[in-house]
Every structure is written in structure tokens, then in C-alpha cells.
């Protein structure tokens, strides 16, 4: 009977993996999508009031189409949940004005190791995996974002907001596991977004030039600018941030950030693949091996527990 009651649970935390991982590396496709629509003249309140308010009526019709009803407790979760991620998106895209996306995202990645910092201030338990995953992945964003060369190691104030971003990133994913234990992965995903969307649609409204709405109709005739949106919109808004509210029940904090270290690497892969016109980035040898330390966090964070599992299974069975 227990080994029943574990399957269905592996299953659903195999699941959960899958789903947070392909969630990481759509938001890696993000950087590149928000930094051509910011060049396409889109200032960062217009960017995110688009991105959130069309994210939220998408989501909107999947409740109505499900015949979900938000409860009380469901919505106060998600308006939390929408401050933080206001603020950290906030950050996040002002600071891609001044810094690279490559840099961006290895820097929004260091939320590898705030996230288990935060989860041990509300009790959660920190797994050795897990805590040596994120020191791995913490090793190889040094690596992937330090440039000796320039002054402060080439940090500057988009850098700085970043990193604001991916501490509050940080906070982000502590509460969402935790609320996601207690809510509906749709109501969850689409309170937050709504809050966000509302919150900047009136930012971008009252906010003078180059702030607000202004120029907005002439971003529209940049080619690929509509792609940009429907991306940013539908699968990096809609999409993923169901699959994050409803995933991470199953899924620890710290686990979850070293899943999405991943993130920084496709964030880079496409930034220097030059998909996206007119961005064409560089890494260095040692950024890469950089790039590698997270792939091998990530590995280590998943097949760690189950690898120290067997083995002690193995050394059980040898001994009885």
C-alpha cells in the first residue's frame, strides 16, 4: 500500500520537473523578446501593462471556459503574489535598458541562491543536493557575469536593478510554493497577472514621456513587435505562470530555483544566436564554463536525492 501511495506522488513531482524546467527555458526566450520590444520604442510600463493585461484575459477565459470561481483566500494570495511580481518585472525590464540580455539573465539567475536563504527563514527543509546545486549554480553566474577587465567588474546600474529582481524573484518563488499548496494553479496564476497588468496599465497611463503610452502606435508598425507581445503574453505569461502556480506544489523552493537556473543559459544561447534581429551577443570561454556549472546544478539537484537514494538502498540491501 505505501509503495502505491509513493508512485502517484513520483509521478506527479517527475511531472512537475518537466513542466518547471520547460517553463524556465520559455522565460530564458523572454529576455530577448522584451529587450527588441523596448528597441521597438516601447517603454517599460506600456511593455508590461501589454504583456500582463493580455495575459490576464487570456487566463480570464480559461476560468470562465473551466466554471472556476476564485475564493477569498485565493485572490488575497494572488494580489501578494502580484505586488512582488510588479516589482520584480519592474526591475527586471528597466534594467535591460542598461545591461546586456545575456548579463541580465545570469544575473536574474542568482535567485539560485537567495531562494534557499529565504525558504530557511520560513522553515522549509534545505536538502544537500539542493544546497550544493546552488552553490554550484551561484559559482558558474560569477563566472558568467564578473568581467575583470572593466571598472567594477564591468557592473552598472541595470545590473543593480537585476539583481533587486532576482532577490524579489527569490521571495517570489518561496510564496508561490507555498501558496500553491493551498490554491488552484488557474485562479493562483491568474490573480497575480491581473494585479500586475492593472497595476501597470495605470503606471504607463499617468506616467509622462518616455514612460507611458506615448509612441505606443508607432511600435506597432516595427516587424516581428507582435510576435514579441503574443510570446511574451500568451506562453511566457499565460501559460507559464499556470504551470508554476500549479507545479510547484510538488516541487520544493529551492528545488524550483535550481530547476529554473537553467533559465540564464537558453536566455544566452539565444541571445548569441542571433534569432532575434538586432541582437547578437558574445560569450567568452569562461562564461561558459559558467553556462555549464548550472546545467551541471541543475543535473545534480534532480538526480542527486535519487542516486544517494539507491545507494543507501543498495548498502541496506548488502548489508541485510
Known sequence: MEGTTQ???????????????????????TFAAVAYALRAGLSVNALLSLRFTLGALALGVVLVALRIKPTRREMLDGLWLGLVLATLFWFQTDGLRFTTTAKSAFITGLYVIFTPMISMLVGDRLRASHGIGAGLALTGLLLLVYQPSLSFGGWNRGDSETLVNAMLVGVHIVMTGHFSRRGRGWVLAWSQVAVVGVLFSIAAAFSPAPYGFQ????????????????????????????????????VSATETAVLFSIEP????????????????????????????????????????????????????????
Do not use: C, N
Open 265 to 320: 543559459v537558453f536566455a544566452a544561447t539565444v541571445a548569441i544566436s542571433g534569432w532575434i534581429p538586432g541582437i547578437k551577443e558574445h560569450l567568452s570561454p569562461r562564461q561558459w564554463v559558467g553556462a555549464a556549472l548550472i546545467v551541471s546544478a541543475t543535473l545534480l539537484a534532480e538526480l542527486g536525492p535519487r542516486l544517494w537514494k539507491s545507494r543507501d538502498i543498495a548498502e541496506e540491501e548488502a548489508i541485510g
Open 7 to 29: 508512485e502517484p506522488r513520483a509521478q506527479k513531482h517527475l511531472l512537475a520537473v518537466f513542466g518547471l524546467l520547460s517553463t524556465a527555458l520559455v522565460w530564458g526566450g
Open 215 to 250: 509612441g505606443i502606435t508607432a511600435s506597432f508598425h516595427i516587424p516581428g513587435i507582435w510576435i514579441a507581445l503574443a510570446y511574451l503574453a500568451l506562453l511566457a505569461t499565460t501559460l507559464a505562470f499556470y504551470v508554476q502556480s500549479a507545479m510547484q506544489a510538488y
